[in-house]
């Protein structure tokens, strides 16, 4: 029997935004061990690769912020098998105030998504992710004969991308808690 390969999809301004709402800012993603997460979401299968798509935040805004996001990108391009994939920030003034947007981030992780579906890169698709937005990318990589696993969370999961997904797990709390370092 051939291993289930596995790719996991990480929608990062989402989890982030998770991580921040269920911890109250306490924790945050500098010391999220993704390599703990990810043996939590491989649960012993064939781990082929992670991927993290985000983008970098504007060095003018906060020049310490920016440093700390720095530092916790190069700590991701040291785990083995995981690939940070680095979108657009885009700034816009609303209401005369400066509100910055991840931009291309949902769209990339969809395409790639299709790509490694159509090359055959894996067996099974793990989306971290609560927006349904990539609902559509789903249904074309089953098309492919692929499964498709979301992980939603205990205080933040979509209905509609459960219902499309092959799988769908909740992460409690406590789980997400045990991947901390």
């Not at 064939?46 to 530092?71: S, V």
């Not at 885009?90 to 981030?105: A, F, P």
């Not at 492919?144 to 409690?172: D, P, Y």
Request: charged share 30%.
């Amino acid at each position: 029997m051939i291993p289930n390969r596995v790719a996991i999809f990480i929608d990062g301004s989402n989890f982030y935004h998770i991580l921040k709402k269920t911890y109250n800012d306490s924790r945050g993603l500098t010391t999220f061990n993704f390599e703990k997460f990810t043996k939590v979401l491989v649960n012993g299968r064939k781990h082929t690769r992670t991927y993290y798509y985000t983008a970098a935040l504007d060095q003018k805004k906060n020049e310490e912020t920016y440093k700390k996001q720095q530092r916790f990108f190069d700590k991701l391009r040291k785990i083995p098998a995981f690939e940070l994939i680095l979108c657009r920030m885009q700034k816009e003034l609303i209401n005369g105030k400066l509100v910055y947007t991840v931009k291309e981030d949902d769209i990339q992780l969809a395409v790639d998504m299709l790509e490694l579906a159509y090359k055959n890169a894996f067996d099974t698709a793990i989306l971290v992710s609560s927006d349904a937005d990539f609902v559509p990318a789903i249904i074309k990589v089953k098309a492919f004969g692929k499964v498709v696993e979301n992980i939603g969370f205990e205080n933040k999961f979509s209905w509609f991308l459960k219902q499309k997904c092959n799988k769908f797990r909740q992460l409690k709390n406590n789980e997400l808690g045990l991947c901390f370092d």
